[in-house]
């Protein structure tokens, strides 16, 4: 069976043929690789998605889960990774409740919940392919109706180094690029292509990744029909080689999808700018998130005149890893009292920066419980973001005085309270209370 799947009509030409076409993808804007694996926003989404499943594990655990898909912690982070662009769209099908076929049976069922459960914690816990590959083949044997291979989408989110993300066009790139069979819904066939998947990923990792999401991608995009994959047995290579080049003709021009992409992360730091010039003007230290300081605006870097390091009581705290990618801080002067927390939402989830800004106020410091957070969104979103709060995941949030701070007031507001404002009254007077 393994054998099968991951045998390969591959030779050195087809080993050549496939590093052009890497070069060629990685090469174009509108590629998963540069649209998606080299986005900024993917790795702040990691700690955010990873604490949501330790929450589900909770919530199963204590019996409080619920038989219900719609409005459970299980739905909040399976929304959040399907929002994690084009490669993991449609990642919250596989966990949505049919109830014609009644499942996946992990709802109705409180013993496959809990054996969901326990799989979930237990590759939380594990840090080698071989214990991973155990639990799922303990999950595998108990049959759950409906509970395949797109657990892995979690799971790649948890060690994305030895799980590959998984969908049906990542199967369908696969098969093309390596003339394997590989099954839908099969946990079986899902880890004899994941062997198949780290062999071709040693073969061209000077081009890919130790990450696994970006050959992941590779094989998204090519299962998408967006790019060719190369002929197995080196018949019509000259075929290939014009299809091959229609495609990187069509990257030269970005689609409209990849230029709303580019117009929302310019937005995204214009609204970080307008922040650190304001808290500058308000006589802050200001702290910009650790993996955008270097995103040049105005000609200059983001981070420019504000914190290089955050300081000692907070790079050393227990939440410190997810605080220091907040968008913006605003800390008191010479300080390490954080007066103000801001999470620029532009049209992703607002899960993630929720959970930043959880880790900031539960640090466990005096410090920050006291310090103004800040949801920063389109004018639109409001009702969008009250809706997304009232999801039981989000329940502690009511303990915290967060506001909504839109885009208009903010550019209204911005210059006037920069020269007459002081401290953060002003900043809430143009905000609304969120909880």
């Given at each position: 069976m393994a054998a099968q799947?991951?045998?390969?009509?591959?030779?050195?030409?087809?080993?050549?043929?496939?590093?052009?076409?890497?070069?060629?993808?990685?090469d174009d804007p509108g590629a998963t690789y540069r649209s998606w694996f080299l986005w900024d926003e993917r790795l702040k989404n990691f700690r955010s998605i990873r604490r949501g499943i330790t929450q589900v594990v909770g919530e199963i655990e204590r019996g409080t889960f619920g038989v219900a898909?719609?409005?459970?912690?299980?739905?909040?982070?399976?929304h959040s990774v399907a929002e994690q662009r084009q490669i993991f769209k449609g990642a919250d099908h596989a966990f949505l409740w049919k109830p014609k076929l009644r499942i996946p049976d992990i709802y109705?069922?409180?013993?496959?919940?809990?054996?969901?459960?326990?799989?979930?914690?237990?590759?939380?816990?594990?840090?080698?392919?071989?214990?991973?590959?155990?639990?799922?083949?303990?999950?595998?044997?108990?049959?759950?109706?409906?509970?395949?291979?797109?657990?892995?989408?979690?799971?790649?989110?948890?060690?994305?180094?030895?799980?590959p993300p998984f969908n049906t066009a990542i199967v369908n790139g696969y098969n093309a690029l390596t003339g394997a069979n590989v099954k839908l819904g099969s946990w079986e066939h899902f880890l004899a292509m994941r062997t198949g998947i780290l062999d071709l990923n040693d073969r061209h990792r000077?081009?890919?990744?130790?990450?696994?999401?970006?050959?992941?991608?590779?094989?998204?995009?090519?299962?998408?029909?967006?790019?060719?994959?190369?002929?197995?047995?080196?018949?019509?290579i000259g075929d290939w080689s014009t299809r091959l080049e229609a495609a990187r003709e069509e990257a030269r021009t970005?689609?409209?999808?990849?230029?709303?992409?580019?117009e929302n992360e310019r937005t995204h730091t214009e609204i970080q700018a307008w922040l650190r010039d304001l808290g500058l003007a308000l006589g802050y230290d200001v702290w910009i998130a650790a993996n955008d300081r270097s995103r040049s605006f105005a000609g200059a870097p983001l981070g420019h005149g504000c914190l290089e390091r955050l300081p000692d009581t907070i790079a050393t705290s227990k939440g410190a890893?997810?605080?220091?990618?907040?968008?913006?801080?605003?800390?008191?002067?010479?300080?390490?009292h954080v007066a103000a927390a801001f999470e620029v939402e532009h049209s992703t989830s607002i899960y993630s920066g929720i959970v930043r800004m959880l880790d900031l106020a539960l640090s466990g410091s005096d410090l920050h419980a006291t310090a103004g957070l800040f949801l920063v969104a389109p004018d639109a979103r409001e009702a969008d973001v009250r809706a997304q709060l009232q999801r039981p995941a989000f329940s502690r949030v009511a303990d915290l005085d967060i506001s909504y701070l839109p885009y208009g007031e903010l550019e209204k507001n911005r210059e006037a309270i920069a020269r007459f404002g002081s401290g953060l009254k002003a900043i809430k007077a143009v905000s609304s209370k969120l909880a």
């Open positions: 799947i991951d045998s390969l009509s591959t030779g050195t030409d087809h080993d050549g043929l496939v590093r052009r076409l890497i070069a060629r993808w990685r898909y719609r409005g459970s912690s299980l739905e909040t982070v399976v109705e069922n409180p013993d496959n919940q809990r054996a969901f459960g326990r799989l979930l914690d237990a590759c939380s816990c594990c840090d080698t392919a071989e214990e991973i590959i155990g639990h799922i083949h303990a999950i595998d044997r108990l049959k759950i109706k409906g509970l395949g291979p797109a657990v892995a989408n979690l799971l790649y989110f948890l060690h994305p180094t030895l799980v000077d081009l890919l990744s130790n990450d696994l999401g970006a050959i992941g991608g590779l094989l998204f995009d090519v299962g998408s029909k967006r790019y060719p994959a190369p002929p197995l047995d080196g018949a019509e970005l689609s409209k999808a990849a230029q709303r992409d580019g890893d997810s605080i220091r990618l907040i968008d913006v801080l605003w800390l008191e002067r010479g300080g390490d």
